[in-house]
């Protein structure tokens, strides 16, 4: 059977020191399958479009800023994440410089800027904590990952680097 997940972008936007990233609370939906916990900004890409510009279009819709520096950190195969047990694919990307100023929310919740210290202190996916350290470490190599999902729970997880 052919793999065919939902393509998605993930990104994680620095403070201009570098010290803080912008996370997304997801507070504002009830019947999120995200409600509560923290998560970087993204979301499908649109017939037609390729990743970095679906990417910038998710940012400047969620967060309001325009991406002027970024780097792809990452891919991630997650089958069986969708709250139905869809397959999900995503591009993950660090953005180190923008323009313009985030407000304090939108749809989905209110935006934070985290102390990169403190994302493991944070409510988030179980997966993101094994993942997101691969996205801020200094290995300039992108990883390549898979995460399989069943019933809202990681399984398993594996990854390499080129």
Request: proline letters at 8%.
């Given at each position: 059977m052919p793999y065919t997940?939902?393509?998605?972008?993930?990104?994680?936007?620095?403070s201009p020191d570098r010290a803080r990233v912008l996370m997304v609370h997801r507070n504002a939906?009830?019947?999120d399958q995200h409600l509560g916990k923290y998560n970087g900004l993204?979301?499908?890409?649109?017939?037609?479009?390729?990743?970095v510009s679906g990417f910038r279009r998710e940012i400047r819709e969620e967060a309001g800023v325009e991406c002027t520096d970024l780097a792809l950190r990452g891919t991630l195969s997650w089958p069986g994440?969708?709250?139905?047990?869809?397959?999900?694919?995503?591009?993950?990307?660090l953005v180190t410089a923008f323009t313009g100023e985030p407000p304090a929310?939108?749809?989905e919740g209110s935006l934070e800027w985290i102390e990169l210290g403190r994302l493991p202190d944070l409510p988030l996916w179980e997966g993101d904590r094994l993942f997101l350290p691969l996205v801020f470490d200094?290995?300039?190599r992108?990883?390549?990952?898979?995460?399989?999902?069943?019933?809202?729970?990681?399984?398993?997880?594996?990854?390499?680097?080129?």
């Open positions: 997940p939902i393509l998605a972008t993930l990104g994680y936007i620095l939906r009830p019947g993204g979301g499908k890409l649109d017939p037609g479009e390729d990743v994440f969708g709250k139905a047990g869809e397959d999900w694919f995503g591009f993950v990307f929310g939108n749809a200094d290995d300039p992108a990883f390549h990952g898979v995460m399989p999902y069943r019933d809202g729970r990681m399984q398993s997880w594996a990854f390499q680097r080129l």
